[in-house]
Every structure is written in structure tokens, then in C-alpha cells.
């Protein structure tokens, strides 16, 4: 089978075969050079008729030589004219068919656009039946204006159901409508600027926005942006009700988006702009832009400059954490963004062109140092309101701006049911107000409690500072909940639960002497080294856990905290390291990265209500039920907008633990050699408690708890200042114990809940000193609590060890030392080298050596000595034992050598078999004898008859012998 012919060769044999079945005219004359060319006249038949002129041109739609022209077939020849020549192959091969292209190109163009139309139309088609079926859903947007004064008041309540405060209908109280020419040109710029640039030009909603709000939105994984507009915030506010308001959907901004237009359609942008403005709310019980300016600055809208105008324009967004009065700080931030926004759109646009203004509003850099300098330097006068309990109140409104949108709050009618107990309230604002007083002199200005119901999370009372009201000492801070203060020691309580599930009891031994540790806890650390002190500044030798944690000593704290570690090792299955420990209590503030040892005594930074809560926790045997402040919320109709349903709870620590830690920080005697038997923290009642002090007195703290209810104290000065003479005892404890007792009697009757041992609680009898069971010399023993498991160390383990000593290498005696070199010691059974040091060179620890019985200091071998340690070699040559002498001179040879650590020999004697008299022949000898040799004649004269002995004494480098 013949191959199959190439496209490219078969084209070019049908030019071929087609100029060969062509005539070729004869050639014309022509003279190169000019004159006229000679006249053509056509070809014509032998009839006169003219002949088909020559086309330079292949027509490829033109009858073609076909395959039979190819084959050979018998027949006649057919001779050609001589006349006629073949056609040059290079005048056959014409350009491309540029025109014929275009035209396929054409056609092609023309089906895509087609395709892509008939797309177009079935999605747009699509989008509209999707369009009005989510419109048919919406709200009409024909009487938003009516809406717009339907408010209703939302009541916040305590837990008996009476009201603490009312956020009134805006008609009835500071909300005066203002047309838009009344509002200054300044804050309508100012709003502009700040939440909606392109008012003016858009159709209610920016889909630019929208999208790159779902982008972003997308790529961190949570709602960052919104990309409401002026007209959508209107709509959101007027038009949805409190549950989709508090909606964070696709859905529920595609329904905003749509309304939006409507809104845009049916109203003008002043319409709309004016609405907006008389609706939104600048917080402090200010609805609309004229009672926020007469809130803020007692003046009309109409009055208010570039300066009050911008402050005003950013307090719409988190009116709650934006408040002036409370949040000075941050405020002033937010004021300063919209001042430098409205500066960056004023150079971006030429200014801000305002439609209730003849003139655009213009912004340079001057005006805005000059806007920002004003407010810096204004006083905000708080307005007064007639509010019970006014921290609470402020918290409850805290806790639902971060639950629904801030205007669904103010306009929905919520009746919100709250944990707050009015009378433990009225005592708890009592003691913290008496006790400030009474500490005026010690520079104490401030103070706050919280109490919690350890079994529910309820917060039961929650004092922020001992006035409101009081501006001089920052009064509305609530520094219950504020978390920039420093536990002190109150921590410790969370670093040995730690330690409890890593193997440590209630009976572990801790040396409190002086010691150094790496700021980091790490070996490798380069800085200076950490040396804590005692806040007696004295050392109290070995402690057992529960006297050290019931004394609050520092030192034991901080080997504490090296044995569990800062961090949480991530290769654990739980959270672990004081962090880990105090986040599944509870804790979520101690975020930095720095931290090292000193934050077992409060080198964080913490809020009262977190620490207050994880006490909660050890209190409930472990289960950590969070605190709740809020348990039901109902709209105006009546409908259940949340309802809280308690949890049951995370078994965060073992029962066992939180018993071991509940019956230490409940035992009177433990505490007694620092807080004495009787502090203020005794109560006639069994309750857990600890106290603490930040290292420059700055913050004082008292915790504690039973069963029943935990409650926190905090006392110091919101403004850091140090406070003067005062602990956590005498500051901030008479007020946590005159409050738990009034709480614990009106809760319980006077029957509080005892701490009840759990079944996996085990009873040993201990040495008290050492913490191990008892070994025969033990001075003293008492009973302590463990977990099962857990047991206290055997009796091996004591302070006191009996041992057989090898003299040279000063390690316990084995079999593998074959020498007679052993001796027989009351070892102290301790490894720790800052607590040898302390007993070495303290005298102190030496005395405590002494007390607890042992003469000679001598501290456990670390090892039992081996075959390959030093070995000493003693010899006496040429004299045997019982050996009788007759003369009065006696040459004396010996060999004292070892094979290592030879430091010196000496020669003695002392009258009879076991002298306890030696006097010295000849010593100290720093030079080895590997050999016997002669080193000494002793003259016997005057020597008395009888036994003597001779005694060859040699020393070793680690004071061995």
C-alpha cells in the first residue's frame, strides 16, 4: 500500500498539474526605459470572438485535474504545441490568503460572542429569579421612616428580677430629631469619611467592597470586614430584626444589599444621610448626632467644629469601647484614625464635597494637628446618669455589643436577666468603699471584688472601684475586669497544681535557701542571673509543699516553677507548664513570649475576674463551669433571644488535686510561723485562701473560697502609683474576709459546705521535716493527705541516712572497694548543691544541722565507689602488728601513695590500743612514698612502757582520707 502523500506535497502537485493543463500566451515586447507600452489587444477565435484572458490567479474553488490525471492509462498520445512552455514553479506559489483568513477569524469571533452572550443571559436570567426570589423575603422599605421611631427600652435586670437600668426609648429620653441642614458640614464629612467614602456616587451598597470583604473574610478564616455602607448600616438597623442583625452570613449581607438599593431608589441620599444620622448611636446614652453633641460637648449639632465634628464621627462603630469617660486611651486613638482619614480623603479629592453645604470641606495638615491638639486638651465632663451599680451595668452592655450588633441592643426592647445578687452587691461596694477609706493614708485610692458561684459560674457580685463617680481617682475604670495587674503570689496556687500532676505531693521537699536560676529557667540563658528573696527576706531550710504554698515562700516557688516549666510542652496531651495550666483554669492573658521564672510570683499580668474564676475552679473539685453574667434575654415581644444553659462543665484537674490544694490553702496551722494563728484571713468557718503582693507593692490580692462561692479582692491605684506599708493581708484581705463571711452566712445559713475528700484521697503518716514516710530517726511525724498513687517517698529516702563510707573516695562502700578503708556515717540525705551550701557555709543551716542531730556534716555519696575509682596504698615496713621493742630508737619505713588524688601524709602515735590522744611524729607530707622507704627515727626516750600505737594517716584531695 502506497504511503499516505504530506498535505504540503499534495497542494503544490495540484499547482503543477494544474499549470500544465493551462496555455501560456506568448511573451509581450517591452522596452525597459520608457515610452508608452504597446497596445494588447485581446486574443480572438478564428469567428472573431475574444479568447478568455490569462489570470495570474489559482482559483482553489475551480474545477482541479482530478486523481485520474495521475494515472497511467493506455491510449493515444496527445502532443503538445511546441508553441506552448511551462509555467515557472516560483510564479504558481502565491501569498497567503490573507482576506479568506480574516474571514474564517470572523466567523469564530462572531460564535464566541454568541456563546458568551447566551451565557450571559442564562445567568442573568439566574441572578434575577435568584434577586427577587430573596427580595419577595425582605421587609418593604416604604415606611422606613416610620420605623425609625418605633424604639423600644431595654431593661437590664438582677437575678431577683428587679431593674438596675433602663436604656430608654431615645423619644423619651436624649434623642432630638435634626434636619440635615442643621447638622454641621464638618460631621457630615467627618461620617463620610469614616464609614462611607463613595455615598454619593454609589447605588446603597459597593460590590467592590463586598468582594474584597469575602476575600478577606475567606483568606483569614474569620469575618474581618464588613463593607457596609451608610445605606446598609440603615437598612441593617431599621429594617432586620435582632437575630439577623446579629447574623455574620453571605446571605444576610446579600438581603442588606438588596434592600439597599430599594432604599436607594425610593429615597434621596440627604433623606437617607439625615435618617442615618439621627439614628445611629454615639454611646453614653446618646441616640442621633444632636443628643451626642449635647452629651459630649453641650452644644448643637449645628455648632459643632472639625474637631468635635471627627470625635464624634468614630464613636458609632464600638460606642461601648470607644467611651471617652472610660477609655481614654483608646478613644483618643480612634478620634486621631478618623481626624488623618478625612486629611488623606480631603488631598485625594480635593477636598469633601457635602451636599447640606455650599462649600466642600477641606482638610489640610494644619487643621488636623490643630483638631487633635483641642481634643487632647479638652476635660470630658461624664454625663450624669441615674444607674445602680453602674460597673455591672457597663459590663452587661459590654457582654451585648459583643453579642449583637449595637444597634439591636438599643432598639430591640431586650429585657436582659442577669446573676447579679443586689445584696451581696450593697456589702461587697461597702467593705471595698470602707477599707479604700480607711487606706487613704497609705496611699491607696482604689479597690474591686468579684465573687462567683463556683458550681454554676454565676457571678454573684462584681464591684469595679469604690466610686463610680470619682473622676480624681479614675472611678470608671472596672478594674474587676481590667487584665493589667499583677498577681503576685496569689499564682502560686496554679504552679503547684502543676506540679501535682508531674508526680509532686503535698509532702514534697523544697530547700528554701539561697539560690540562683537563669531568668528563663533555661541552662543555655545569657542574662544575668534571677536571685529571689523571701518576702521576710529570710531562708527557712527544707520545706515540705503545703508549708511552703500556706507561708507563701518565694524560693520554693521558683524551683517550683523550673520543675514544670513557664510553657506548655506541645508533645503533652494536655496543657501543661504554669501557662497551660492557668488557660485551662481560666486564664487567657499571659500571651507574652518573655516570661520566665518570676511568674510563679506574679510577673504577669492578670484580671481579677480570670483569677477569681480559676480559684472557682479548684473550688468545684476541678470542673471548670465559666463564669456567666447573663442567663436570658427577651425582646419586646416576648420571643427568647438567648438562653444561657449551663454547661457541664471541663474536668480541667483532677478532684485529688483540687482537694490537696483546697486542704493547704484551708489549713490555719500550715500558715501560721508567717500569718500567725489568728490573721484576719481565720475565719470560723473552714475556707481556702491565699494572698499577694506584687514586688513593688502596686497590687495587693486576696482569693479564697469554699464549696458555696469564690471570691477575689483587689486593692491599689489604677494609675499604677505604688501603694505604701500594705500586703495583700492588711490591703486587700479585710475586705475579702468581712465580705466572705457576710456571703458564706446569707448563702448558707450559716452551714457552709465543707471540702469533701474524694475517693481517690489516701492518708500516710510522714516525717514532718523531710515530708518522707519516717525513717528510726525522725524527730518528729504527722499525718497528710495524698493521691492515690501519689504516695509519699519510703523511709530510704529520709534526711537521715546510716551508711558504710569508703574513707579515700568519700562514696558509699561496695563490694568492688576490696581495702579496709571504711567507715561508718549519719549521712544528711540531701543532693540538692544550694542546699549543701547552705548547710557548709550558713550558719543558719549549720545550726539547723546541729538541731536536727548531725554532728559531722557529711552529705549522701552521690554513688556507691567501683573497682576503677582512686585507690589509696598505706604500708608499714618492717613492723608488725603486737611487735615488742627493746631499744630506745625505731626506724620507721613506710609507703603512702594512691592512684589519685594523693594530697599529703603524717605520722602519728598515742599510748595504748585505741588512742584517743595522737600526737604527731612527722606530717603534713605533700610528697607521695610509692615505695618503702625509711622516713623517720623516733627516739623512744621517755616514752613509757606499755602499748602504743602507730598510726599512718593519709589525705586525699576531696578531703577524703
Request: aromatic share 10%; charged share 20%; glycine share 8%.
Amino acid at each position: 500500500m502506497p504511503n499516505p502523500e504530506e498535505p504540503r506535497d499534495k497542494f503544490h502537485r495540484l499547482l503543477d498539474s494544474e499549470a500544465e493543463t493551462q496555455a501560456e500566451p506568448p511573451a509581450e515586447e517591452f522596452t525597459p526605459g520608457g515610452g508608452t507600452p504597446p497596445i494588447r489587444h485581446p486574443a480572438v477565435d478564428e469567428n472573431g470572438m475574444s479568447l478568455p484572458r490569462r489570470v495570474e490567479e489559482i482559483d482553489m474553488g475551480a474545477t482541479r485535474v482530478g486523481q485520474a490525471a495521475y494515472e497511467h492509462t493506455p491510449g493515444p498520445t496527445v502532443r503538445r504545441p511546441t508553441t506552448t512552455r511551462r509555467v515557472p514553479r516560483a510564479r504558481l506559489h502565491e501569498p497567503f490568503n490573507w482576506p479568506k483568513a480574516g474571514g474564517c477569524l470572523l466567523r469564530g469571533l462572531i460564535i464566541s460572542i454568541f456563546v458568551v452572550v447566551a451565557l450571559g443571559l442564562v445567568l442573568a436570567a439566574a441572578g434575577i429569579y435568584e434577586y427577587y426570589s430573596i427580595a419577595a423575603t425582605l421587609p418593604s422599605v416604604s415606611d422606613l421612616q416610620q420605623r425609625a421611631s418605633q424604639f423600644e427600652t431595654t431593661h437590664i435586670l438582677d437575678r431577683n428580677g428587679d431593674v438596675l437600668y433602663e436604656i430608654n426609648d431615645p423619644n423619651a429620653g436624649r434623642r432630638t430629631y435634626i434636619p440635615l441642614n442643621g447638622i454641621s458640614p464638618y460631621l457630615v464629612a467627618a461620617t463620610l469619611s469614616t464609614e462611607d467614602k463613595d455615598f454619593y456616587t454609589h447605588g446603597g451598597f459597593d460590590p467592590l467592597a463586598i468582594v474584597r470583604a469575602f476575600w478577606e473574610n475567606i483568606t483569614s478564616g474569620e469575618t474581618v470586614s464588613g463593607a457596609s455602607t451608610i445605606t446598609q448600616q440603615l437598612a441593617r438597623a431599621l429594617l432586620f430584626t435582632p437575630e439577623e442583625r446579629g447574623q455574620r452570613t453571605y446571605m444576610r449581607k446579600v438581603r442588606e444589599a438588596i434592600l439597599s438599593a430599594e432604599i436607594e431608589r425610593r429615597y434621596s441620599k440627604d433623606e437617607i444621610l439625615e435618617l442615618y444620622l439621627n439614628e445611629i448611636y454615639y454611646g453614653n446614652l446618646s441616640y442621633g448626632v444632636e443628643a451626642a453633641a449635647e452629651t459630649y460637648f453641650g452644644e448643637t449639632a449645628g455648632q459643632l467644629n472639625l474637631a468635635e465634628a471627627a470625635f464624634l464621627a468614630g464613636l458609632p462603630q464600638a460606642p461601648s469601647v470607644y467611651n471617652i469617660y472610660a477609655n481614654r486611651d483608646i478613644t483618643m486613638v480612634r478620634y486621631q484614625n478618623v481626624i488623618m482619614g478625612m486629611l488623606a480623603l480631603s488631598g485625594e479629592r480635593h477636598c469633601i464635597y457635602v451636599s447640606n453645604a455650599p462649600d466642600p470641606v477641606c482638610v489640610d495638615g494644619t487643621a488636623a494637628a490643630a483638631a487633635i491638639q483641642e481634643v487632647k486638651n479638652r476635660t470630658f465632663t461624664p454625663p450624669t446618669t441615674d444607674m445602680r451599680y453602674p460597673h455591672w451595668v457597663q459590663y452587661i452592655r459590654t457582654l451585648l455589643e459583643e453579642a449583637f450588633d449595637p444597634q439591636t441592643i438599643y432598639r430591640s426592647g431586650f429585657t436582659v436577666y442577669t446573676t447579679l445578687d443586689p445584696d451581696l452587691e450593697d456589702a461587697a461596694q461597702q467593705s471595698v468603699a470602707a477599707q479604700v477609706t480607711a487606706l487613704a493614708d497609705k496611699h491607696v485610692t482604689d479597690g474591686a471584688l468579684v465573687a462567683i458561684k463556683p458550681s454554676t459560674g454565676e457571678i454573684l457580685a462584681m464591684v469595679g472601684s469604690p466610686d463610680f463617680y470619682n473622676d480624681v481617682n479614675a472611678g470608671q475604670i472596672n478594674m474587676a475586669i481590667s487584665p493589667t495587674r499583677q498577681p503576685g503570689s496569689s499564682i502560686k496556687p496554679f504552679t503547684y497544681l502543676a506540679a501535682f500532676e508531674k508526680g509532686w505531693t503535698p509532702s514534697t521537699l523544697i530547700w528554701d535557701v539561697p539560690s540562683e536560676f537563669s531568668p528563663s529557667g533555661l541552662p543555655n540563658d545569657p542574662n544575668p542571673l534571677y536571685v529571689p528573696n523571701n518576702f521576710d527576706h529570710k531562708f527557712h531550710g527544707p520545706v515540705t509543699v503545703r508549708v511552703a504554698l500556706a507561708n507563701s515562700y518565694n524560693l520554693p516557688a521558683v524551683k517550683t516553677l523550673q520543675f514544670v516549666g513557664v510553657y506548655d510542652d506541645p508533645n503533652t496531651p494536655q496543657k501543661d507548664g504554669l501557662i497551660g495550666m492557668a488557660e485551662r483554669m481560666g486564664i487567657t492573658s499571659l500571651t507574652s513570649a518573655g516570661y520566665g521564672l518570676s511568674l510563679t510570683l506574679g510577673g504577669g499580668e492578670v484580671s481579677l475576674l480570670e483569677m477569681t474564676g480559676g480559684y472557682a475552679v479548684i473550688a468545684n473539685g476541678g470542673l471548670r463551669v465559666p463564669p456567666v453574667a447573663i442567663t436570658k434575654i427577651v425582646d419586646f415581644q416576648g420571643n427568647v433571644i438567648y438562653q444561657y444553659a449551663p454547661p457541664a462543665g471541663e474536668q480541667v484537674i483532677r478532684p485529688e488535686h483540687a482537694f490537696l490544694m483546697s486542704s493547704i490553702l484551708s489549713d490555719n496551722s500550715a500558715r501560721t510561723p508567717v500569718f500567725g494563728p489568728n490573721s484576719i484571713v481565720n475565719l470560723p468557718f473552714q475556707v481556702a485562701v491565699k494572698t499577694g503582693t506584687s514586688n513593688d507593692s502596686r497590687d495587693n490580692w486576696t482569693l479564697g473560697y469554699t464549696p458555696d462561692l469564690a471570691v477575689g479582692v483587689w486593692v491599689g491605684n489604677a494609675d499604677y502609683t505604688p501603694m505604701e506599708n500594705t500586703t495583700g493581708l492588711t490591703g486587700a484581705g479585710p475586705i475579702w474576709a468581712e465580705f466572705m463571711t457576710f456571703a458564706i452566712n446569707r448563702l448558707t445559713g450559716g452551714n457552709p459546705t465543707p471540702f469533701v475528700q474524694p475517693g481517690g484521697i489516701e492518708e500516710y503518716t510522714i516525717c514532718t521535716v523531710s515530708g518522707t514516710k519516717p525513717s528510726q530517726w525522725c524527730p518528729s511525724q504527722r499525718e497528710e493527705y495524698f493521691t492515690a498513687g501519689q504516695p509519699p517517698l519510703p523511709p530510704e529516702d529520709d534526711l537521715w541516712r546510716k551508711i558504710q563510707v569508703d574513707t579515700w573516695t568519700n562514696l558509699e562502700a561496695s563490694p568492688e572497694c576490696t581495702d579496709a578503708y571504711i567507715d561508718e556515717y549519719m549521712a544528711i540525705n540531701v543532693v540538692e548543691e544550694w542546699a549543701r551550701n547552705w548547710i557548709r557555709q550558713d550558719e543558719s543551716g549549720q545550726q539547723w544541722a546541729r538541731d536536727m542531730g548531725f554532728e559531722e556534716i557529711f552529705f549522701i555519696p552521690d554513688r556507691k565507689c567501683s573497682a576503677s575509682d582512686p585507690r589509696p596504698h598505706l604500708q608499714f615496713a618492717g613492723l608488725e602488728d603486737g611487735q615488742t621493742i627493746t631499744q630506745n630508737s625505731l626506724d620507721i619505713s613506710i609507703l603512702a601513695d594512691a592512684t589519685d588524688g594523693f594530697r599529703s601524709w603524717l605520722l602519728e602515735w598515742g599510748p595504748g590500743g585505741e588512742p584517743t590522744d595522737w600526737t604527731t611524729l612527722i606530717g603534713d607530707i605533700g610528697t607521695a612514698v610509692p615505695e618503702p622507704i625509711k622516713v623517720y627515727t623516733w627516739d623512744l626516750t621517755g616514752i613509757p612502757d606499755g602499748q602504743i600505737t602507730l598510726r599512718l594517716y593519709m589525705r586525699a584531695d576531696n578531703d577524703g582520707y
